[in-house]
């Protein structure tokens, strides 16, 4: 059976509820956030259009994953889903895109966690080799971090987003009482129809908002994740939207659109002008902590989904291999020095350009995963594949899952042509792999 459960040791210790809901929310909080103000400066009161529909489709994503995790508790998350549904080659489909997305959006999250640390370290923006040193550096940290075990890694996840999480609140809350309606006024500055506006701002709002099904992945490794796990994806992605629109609205609302948009550390300059050059530095802080936390985070699941696919079969088993601690080191170095090499290549001058596209590349290759998930869900229901006593759902499911497709696969095409198109060379471009994997699975059986 293609979604049979593949047995393999588990730590003794696993993540619990507060552990997998801060996988969630500190997977969600990251560079992101923190400089997403900037970025939607141009779209004015639009970007509150786009705020709405990505938070909506966030949280029907998020339901959708909860049932799934509901009905089959098992290691991998979205490929585990896609392969119980529709098979092995789409399972590993799902596989190879959510993880050659992870360790393409930690590049994008480890220089991001660079700049930040820019703001106390001027040198740093003026020095490639030291900033590349050291974003390589915090590679390295998360991974040997990861590399002592889930509860090592789940612990930092759980104090960074914390400490993250507090300064969005305060800035939202404290901050609403300066709000200046006229910053979202005209409602649409960008210059675009109103529709392309809106998919725009949309697009940039979903950045923020990818990892809501990040407490998935490593599910076998969770304490009772039938229960755990789908609270977790929907607390976390509720708590994580309502306080990520709250803040970045007040932002926008209080730094004058012309400092705004060329601003490198929004959330700074809207504390700064609120309660001084103190205060902006501590929000600057907050920043440096929200990507170290999102990098360790997304180090966690880029070992996690490498390991379970291996462990499926779809992957090479060396990638399921355990260490003392109950990690998959291998997954995790070997992902890493992808990781490494990418970040290099954006020091090199030459290809900054191709770099900063690896973020809309990133994006539409989570897409993939949504999109399969989505119709995942019903195609088990159509099946009458759920297991035995498992709740059946109503109409009411089957709307959240077609609405979330729907969603997912507006996003996809807002993502750019590009990004499309180079999303689809890339889940093309794992088919060897796949071919090999068969190949080898034949040889084994003779």
């Not at 801060?22 to 969600?28: I, P, S």
């Not at 992870?102 to 020095?127: E, H, M, R, Y």
């Not at 990507?291 to 490498?306: D, I, K, M, P």
Request: hydrophobic share 55%; net charge positive; aromatic share 10%.
């Amino acid at each position: 059976h293609p979604g049979a459960p593949v047995s393999s040791p588990l730590p003794t210790r696993k993540l619990g509820f507060w552990m997998c809901t801060a996988l969630v929310v500190g997977n969600m909080i990251g560079s992101g956030t923190y400089l997403m103000p900037a970025s939607l400066a141009p779209y004015g009161g639009v970007s509150l259009l786009g705020w709405l529909i990505t938070a909506t489709g966030s949280v029907l994503l998020a339901l959708v994953f909860a049932r799934l995790s509901q009905w089959m508790a098992r290691s991998g998350g979205p490929h585990a889903f896609t392969r119980a549904a529709f098979g092995d080659f789409a399972g590993f489909i799902v596989a190879w895109s959510y993880w050659v997305a992870c360790w393409t959006g930690n590049a994008a999250i480890a220089v991001g966690f660079v700049g930040s640390l820019a703001k106390f370290f001027p040198g740093i923006a003026q020095s490639a080799k030291l900033g590349a040193g050291l974003s390589v550096a915090s590679v390295w940290v998360c991974t040997l971090i990861n590399v002592r075990g889930l509860r090592t890694a789940g612990w930092v996840q759980l104090a960074t987003t914390v400490l993250k999480y507090i300064p969005l609140v305060v800035i939202g809350l404290m901050g609403f009482m300066h709000l200046r309606p006229a910053a979202f006024t005209p409602f649409n500055p960008s210059g675009q129809p109103l529709l392309s506006a809106t998919s725009t701002a949309m697009t940039l709002t979903l950045w923020a908002f990818l990892g809501l099904e990040c407490a998935t992945v490593p599910a076998g490794n969770v304490e009772d994740p039938t229960r755990t796990v789908p609270r977790a994806t929907v607390m976390g992605t509720v708590v994580t939207a309502v306080a990520m629109v709250i803040a970045c609205s007040t932002v926008m609302a209080i730094v004058p659109r012309a400092q705004l948009a060329d601003s490198t550390a929004p959330f700074a300059d809207a504390a700064t002008l609120l309660w001084g050059r103190t205060a902006g530095f501590v929000m600057g802080g907050a920043a440096v902590i929200a990507c170290f936390g999102a990098l360790n985070g997304w180090t966690l699941v880029q070992g996690q989904v490498a390991q379970a696919a291996a462990e499926d079969g779809l992957f090479p088993p060396v990638l399921a291999k355990l260490n003392g601690n109950d990690a998959p080191a291998f997954a995790l170095v070997s992902t890493s020095v992808l990781v490494s090499t990418l970040v290099l290549s954006n020091y090199t001058g030459s290809l900054v350009k191709v770099f900063t596209f690896v973020i809309l590349l990133s994006t539409a290759a989570n897409l993939v995963p949504y999109l399969f998930c989505a119709m995942a869900a019903l195609q088990l229901l159509v099946r009458r594949a759920l297991p035995e006593g498992a709740e059946v759902p109503g109409p009411g499911f089957v709307a959240v899952a077609l609405l979330a497709f729907v969603y997912a696969l507006w996003a996809f095409g807002g993502s750019g042509r590009e990004s499309v198109y180079w999303g689809s060379i890339l889940m093309l471009g794992g088919l060897p792999l796949h071919v090999y994997m068969n190949w080898r699975q034949r040889a084994a059986e003779g």
